[in-house]
Structures are given as structure tokens and as C-alpha cells.
């Protein structure tokens, strides 16, 4: 059997985080979820760490551990996306108690530890990022020599040609936390970049929505209320149209890497001017001031999106209703 892909997930629970965090559970025999890690993002840091506990609970992998992280960016004022999430994070979900919470240990000491230990055993670790990447740079600025235990970033984040969606020129997760998201796209590792030029081309139309409600498992049920919850949202455009897919596209990739196409790029992050803080400046252009060390996804292919989705919530794979 292929050797599992080790994995740390770095989220802030939220819609779309949520049906990625479903799509990574259910995927156990590709994935080595060695840790999920929470931040302040679309909502507090203590919802988003109880969101996915409660995920989790869902997909029914408690042998997952969830630590909860930063509570603010690193440099910039909070801000959150509770207006895209639901003042629970996580749309009409309904809400009850976790039933494990999150295991002791901050997110940042955590990802230290694995990336050490990836060291150690020369066994290097994907790090998906679907939120402001506050936990993962706080990690690698401690100590730097932690990059050697990273295989990639896998990151939701930014945008070239779409404009932004939360100001004319910046995607929410740079827009929340420029200084972090700055820091680790010029860490060094390749960076899968998955910017809404490519998560807009994903969109979850009703047909879609109610093909996964119909499989029936737990984690499709559930997966399919986050997305309809998405759908009404007056934000997200017409709702036969389908809300964009943001988060769940990384773990897509891990799992079926030929969904996307990719063009090499340096990007580079404003984290000052009030009018573009957190615009990604996608450079195209090769130049050997800037190392070309992201991937920045260009296409993605959304059938292929959603049937692989629907091949992992099916029951035999994500726990019966
Ligand atoms: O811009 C979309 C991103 O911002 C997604 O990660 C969504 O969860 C929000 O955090
Ligand atoms: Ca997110």
C-alpha cells in the first residue's frame, strides 16, 4: 500500500473549512492527518477550535488531535467573516457540545514539535493552510530551521485575476493576517497556491449540493447543509449559480493532483498601505531577484471536484446518517 501522506491542517472553521476538514477526514487511507490546528479568522479562536471538534465528531476520527491557535494576526487588527459563516462559523449546522474538546497544546508548539520530529525521521509533512497562516509563521519564525521538515504548503489564499472579496484588490485569508501570509510564501518550501482564480471555477450549484445530500453519510448530509447554507448567501451571487468551493480545493489536490493546472510565480504580499493591504502579487515573470517557489493554480477542473467529493462522502466511507 502507497505510503500515506502526512499532513498537518491549519484552519479557521468556517463554512468551506469544514467540508475540506470532512473531505480530509474521510480520505484516512491517503491521508495522515497528524494534527488539525485552529486560528482566529472567520470567527474567534475558541469557535473556530470548537468547530472542529465538532467536525470531527461528524467524521467520527477522533483519533485525530485538534489545537486551538492564535487568537489575533500577527501585526494587523482582527478581522473576521462571521457575515460568509454564520455567527456559529459554521452556517445552520446545528451546534452541540464536542464530544472530545481540543487536545492541551497550543497549534504553534504543536506544528513545532511535528515539523521536528519530520526531521528527525526524514518523513516531511504537507502543511494545508485554509485560513490566515498567523499559527504556521509564528512556528517557522521561532525557528526557521523548521522548514526542513515541511514538504509543501497547500494554501487557500489570494487572488491575481479575480480582484479580491473582501477589498477590490485582497482575498480574506491575506487580507486577515498580510504579515504571516508574506512571511511563509517566501519561507522557501513550493507553495500550492489555491487563489480564487482557481476556487471560483469551483462552484457548488444546487445539482451538485443535492447529489452529495443524497449519499446520505454523515459527512455528506453535513457537507451538503455547509454548502446550501453558502449558496443562499447574497454575497455568494445568484444561488443556481453555487457558492465558489474555496477551502476544500488543497485537500482536493493532495488527494487528485491532476484537478489543477498551475503556473510557477514569486509572490510577493502588501502589508501596509490601507487601500491593498493584503494583495498578492503574483509575478509571473522569472527573474533571479525572486525565487519562483509557488504554485499558483490556474484552472481547476469542478466535476472532477465534486466527484471526488462525492467518492469520498459516500457511506461506505464517511460514517452511516
Ligand atoms: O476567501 C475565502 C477564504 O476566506 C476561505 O478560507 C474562507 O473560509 C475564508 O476564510
Ligand atoms: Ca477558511
Redesign the pocket.
Known amino acids: 500500500m502507497k505510503q500515506r501522506r502526512a499532513v498537518i491542517f491549519d484552519c479557521?472553521p468556517?463554512?468551506?473549512?469544514a467540508v475540506a476538514l470532512l473531505l480530509a477526514l474521510a480520505a484516512r487511507d491517503e491521508l495522515d492527518l497528524l494534527g488539525i490546528t485552529t486560528v482566529a479568522?472567520?470567527v474567534s479562536a475558541a469557535l473556530t477550535a470548537r468547530n472542529a471538534c465538532l467536525i470531527r465528531d461528524i467524521a467520527d476520527r477522533s483519533d485525530v488531535p485538534v489545537h486551538a491557535g492564535a487568537q489575533r494576526p500577527l501585526r494587523r487588527e482582527p478581522v473576521e467573516?462571521g457575515h460568509?459563516?454564520g455567527e456559529s462559523g459554521l452556517g445552520d449546522l446545528p451546534i452541540g457540545k464536542p464530544r472530545e474538546g481540543v487536545t492541551p497544546g497550543h497549534a504553534v508548539d504543536f506544528i513545532a514539535t511535528t515539523l521536528r520530529s519530520a526531521i528527525d525521521t526524514s518523513r516531511h509533512v504537507c502543511i494545508v493552510i485554509?485560513?490566515p497562516m498567523t499559527n504556521v509563521a509564528l512556528a517557522l519564525q521561532r525557528d526557521p530551521r523548521l522548514i526542513e521538515g515541511v514538504e509543501c504548503f497547500a494554501i487557500?489564499?489570494g487572488a491575481r485575476s479575480e480582484g479580491g472579496?473582501?477589498t477590490a484588490s485582497s482575498?480574506?485569508?491575506i487580507h486577515a493576517d498580510p504579515d504571516a501570509a508574506h512571511y511563509v510564501f517566501n519561507a522557501g518550501p513550493v507553495v500550492y497556491a489555491f487563489g480564487?482564480d482557481a476556487t471560483h471555477q469551483v462552484r457548488a450549484t444546487p445539482a451538485r449540493t443535492t447529489r452529495i445530500h443524497a449519499l446520505g453519510s454523515r459527512s455528506a448530509v453535513a457537507a451538503a447543509r455547509l454548502l446550501e447554507f453558502s449558496n443562499a448567501l447574497p454575497a455568494n451571487g445568484p444561488r443556481e449559480h453555487g457558492a465558489p468551493l474555496?477551502?476544500p480545493c488543497p485537500i482536493a489536490w493532495l488527494l487528485a493532483p491532476q484537478l489543477f493546472r498551475f503556473r510557477p510565480c514569486h509572490i510577493d504580499v502588501e502589508v501596509d498601505s490601507p487601500l491593498t493591504l493584503g494583495h498578492t502579487a503574483v509575478e509571473f515573470r522569472a527573474s533571479s531577484e525572486r525565487a519562483q517557489n509557488v504554485q499558483w493554480a490556474i484552472e481547476a477542473d469542478a466535476d472532477g471536484v465534486f466527484d471526488l467529493l462525492e467518492r469520498y462522502f459516500a457511506a461506505g466511507r464517511s460514517g452511516k446518517a
Do not use: W
Open positions: 479557521d468556517g463554512v468551506d473549512d479568522g472567520n467573516a460568509f459563516h485554509t485560513g487557500m489564499g472579496n473582501i482575498e480574506y485569508n480564487l474555496h477551502d
